[in-house]
T-cell receptor, first 116, second 117 residues
Framework: GAVVSQHPSRVICKSGTSVKIECRSLDFQATTMFWYRQFPKQSLMLMAT?????????EQGVEKDKFLINHASLTLSTLTVTSAHPEDSSFYICSARRWVDNGELFFGEGSRLTVL | AQTVTQSQPEMSVQEAETVTLSCTYDTSESDYYLFWYKQPPSRQMILVIR??????QNATENRFSVNFQKAAKSFSLKISDSQLGDAAMYFC??????????????FGKGTKLTVNP
């Protein structure tokens, strides 16, 4: 099946620093990628929809300047958490849509961010 | 806006037995997709089964099958011959398939399935 890879899988950073998480579709082109956030024992909450070559569409309540999303190529989207604070600590998951197979979504392995 | 409700936060089943996870949803659309995803401790989401709303026949994937009741907006997942490896969080999800509709997945809150040996 299609593979979506996230990197890093775990990251620990100091408060006030910025962290970049990459999401790559390894064997298909993805014009659309999605970024989710998952708190412990909770569901996935969509943060934004990332479209290749255009600005991301953010969900209500998600700070655009806080969570910068760049989808510069058909195989790569990045999420940058700027000036991270402890409350940004979470599990971040990306997914990519492959337009074969009725546009099935494939998920990355997730990235756990811990802000000290 | 569409919503997905999973009323069972936790379920348990004995190995080799059958378990059914419930899911209901709310939508005004007539054409859409429904999914069940599995999230094991590794945290990677894995697609278990998919149902197109226009199809009356219930989807089946090996030991996994669904009971799709469109009028009742119900989409339950049945796991037969449960195995230890089935233990995970299971999420029900909805996606519009109409042109111009939202591409995003709407997830339920999940059901934690425990399989007892």
């Amino acid at each position: 099946g299609a593979v979506v890879s996230q990197h890093p899988s775990r990251v620990i950073c100091k408060s006030g620093t910025s962290v970049k998480i990459e999401c790559r579709s390894l064997d298909f082109q993805a014009t659309t990628m999605f970024w989710y956030r998952q708190f412990p024992k909770q569901s996935l909450m969509l943060m934004a929809t990332s479209n290749e070559g255009s600005k991301a569409t953010y969900e209500q309540g998600v700070e655009k300047d806080k969570f910068l999303i760049n989808h510069a190529s058909l195989t790569l989207s990045t999420l940058t958490v700027t000036s991270a604070h402890p409350e940004d600590s979470s599990f971040y998951i990306c997914s990519a849509r492959r337009w074969v197979d009725n546009g099935e979504l494939f998920f990355g392995e997730g990235s756990r961010l811990t802000v000290l | 806006a569409q919503t997905v409700t999973q009323s069972q936060p936790e379920m348990s089943v004995q190995e080799a037995e059958t378990v059914t996870l419930s899911c209901t949803y709310d939508t005004s659309e007539s054409d859409y997709y429904l999914f069940w995803y599995k999230q094991p401790p590794s945290r990677q989401m894995i697609l278990v089964i998919r149902q197109e709303a226009y199809k009356q026949q219930n989807a089946t994937e090996n030991r996994f099958s669904v009971n799709f009741q469109k009028a009742a907006k119900s989409f339950s997942l049945k796991i037969s011959d449960s195995q230890l490896g089935d233990a995970a969080m299971y999420f029900c999800a909805y996606r519009s398939s109409t042109q111009g509709g939202s591409e995003k997945l709407v997830f339920g809150k999940g059901t934690k399935l425990t399989v007892n040996p």
